[in-house]
């Protein structure tokens, strides 16, 4: 069955440390990835996302991610934190023109 | 570009009434547009995915009669929640898809908080 994991429900960094969030997928076929973050009571912002091509991905807010297809993961990372980026972040998977599918979520809590 | 408008923000509505929310492709039109459900710290539940002029298609355990769904046009689907019940009270996120765009990326809505008295 398709899907995708995110196995660190918590992460707390310091600001200015660097950070990764964990995403694995399990799929047939490679599928689009794609990481959102939200903020409290927030829809969903699109911070990058990976089809196809370079493995490694830049996205907004000086995220970037990339794409082990050996590793079936597709990890964020930002070399510093800064407060601001304290929100929930959702790691997600589609295949061509299929829905979505969400990871459980990463709540990333930045501390001074 | 591809912004998704979602009205209301919120809503408070008394147990037993209906309460309908919208959900609008402002600069794009969307083929298909997705209803998420989302619980207090918990991830994204697909409910169901409405293609423009047919009937919405549900996720397993949603009830399609409780919630309607409709989209009328290739900018709106409306998602009517009827005879609300406290335990309806969630956060309601829609997105939209441009089947046209490479990738069939989907633009979501800032959501909306229904709580049921």
């Known amino acids: 069955a398709q899907s995708v994991t995110q196995p660190d429900i918590h992460i707390t960094v310091s600001e200015g440390a660097s950070l990764e969030l964990r995403c694995n997928y399990s799929?047939?076929?490679?599928?689009?990835l794609f990481w959102y973050v939200q903020s409290p009571g927030q829809g969903l912002q699109l911070l990058l996302k990976y089809f196809s091509g370079d493995t490694l991905v830049q996205g907004i807010k000086g995220f970037e991610a990339e794409f082990k297809r050996s590793q079936s993961s597709f990890n964020l990372r930002k070399p510093s934190v800064h407060w601001s980026d304290a929100a929930e972040y959702f790691c997600?998977?589609?295949?061509?023109?299929?829905?979505?599918?969400f990871g459980t979520g990463t709540r990333l809590t930045v501390i001074p | 570009g591809a912004v998704v408008s979602q009205h209301p923000s919120r809503v408070i509505c008394k147990s037993g009434t209906s309460v309908k929310i919208e959900c609008r492709s402002l600069d794009f039109q969307a083929t298909t547009m997705f209803w998420y459900r989302q619980f207090p710290k918990q991830s994204l539940m697909l409910m169901a995915t409405?293609?423009?002029?047919?009937?919405?298609?549900?996720e397993q355990g949603v009830e399609k009669d409780k919630f309607l769904i409709n989209h009328a046009s290739l900018t709106l689907s409306t998602l009517t929640v009827t005879s609300a019940h406290p335990e309806d009270s969630s956060f309601y996120i829609c997105?939209?898809?441009?089947?046209?765009?490479?990738?069939?990326?989907?633009?979501f809505g800032p959501g909306t908080r229904l709580t049921v008295t």
């Open positions: 997600a998977g589609q295949t061509g023109a299929n829905n979505l599918f």
């Open positions: 997105s939209a898809r441009d089947l046209w765009t490479p990738g069939g990326e989907q633009y």
């Open positions: 799929y047939g076929a490679t599928p689009y």
């Open positions: 409405s293609n423009e002029g047919s009937k919405a298609t549900y």
